[in-house]
């Protein structure tokens, strides 16, 4: 999925700088984990997000705050990002550009996220077959997240992206209702 499609234009621009910069250093993955991490911390704490967020709360106040909880404890590459969001009164967007920077990097590395949807839980080796077929189709790297819910009875369901290919038992027999229904004899 291309990061541009669902995110504003600055979100991306802030995305693309700091994978750039983390490409440079060859720590792609390293800042994504950390991203990740960010993230967690943001939404395990309400308060923190609003103090990421308030405008009440100056720059050097959030700096303050910043350096207590991260300094140290992140990279050099991460903490001087956080700065610079801080500065550009941005850091309510960090969520968000951890998103943006992970579509980013899955598209740089050629990984797609696929998520797939089973009735009972696939097995390692339906799940590794589940994950080569669709890389194969789509010719990139699949990522593959297993949900599952009983009420498609079978089959699955395949989500890339935008895109949507439900091949469940449950949308089989739907379909298959709806030609019953409209094949009826004119009475």
């Given amino acids: 999925m291309n990061a541009a499609q669902h995110f504003s234009a600055t979100t991306v621009a802030y995305a693309r700088t700091l994978l750039e910069l983390a490409t440079e250093r060859q720590q792609q993955e390293a800042i994504a984990q950390e991203l990740g991490q960010l993230q967690e911390i943001v939404g395990a704490n309400p308060s923190f997000k609003t103090i990421l967020s308030d405008p009440s709360i100056g720059s050097t106040d959030r700096t303050s705050l910043l350096e207590k909880i ?7 590459l991460v903490w001087n990002f956080l700065r610079v969001l801080n500065s550009r009164g941005s850091l309510k967007l960090l969520v968000e550009i951890a998103d943006a920077y992970e579509d980013l990097l899955n598209d740089q590395m050629g990984r797609i996220e696929v998520d797939v949807t089973v009735a009972h839980k696939l097995s390692a080796d339906d799940i590794e077959e589940v ?7 789509l010719r990139k790297d699949a990522v593959v997240h297993q949900y599952v819910d009983d009420s498609i009875i079978g089959g699955l369901v395949v989500r890339v992206g935008d895109q949507l290919i439900d091949a469940s038992v449950r949308s089989q027999l739907s379909a298959m209702r709806q030609q019953l229904l409209s094949h009826r004899p004119n009475s």
């Avoid at 300094?71 to 050099?76: K, M, Q």
């Avoid at 994950?131 to 189709?137: M, N, P, Q, W």
């Fill in 131 to 137: 994950r080569l077929r669709v890389g194969k189709a």
């Fill in 70 to 76: 991260f300094s140290g404890r992140v990279s050099p």
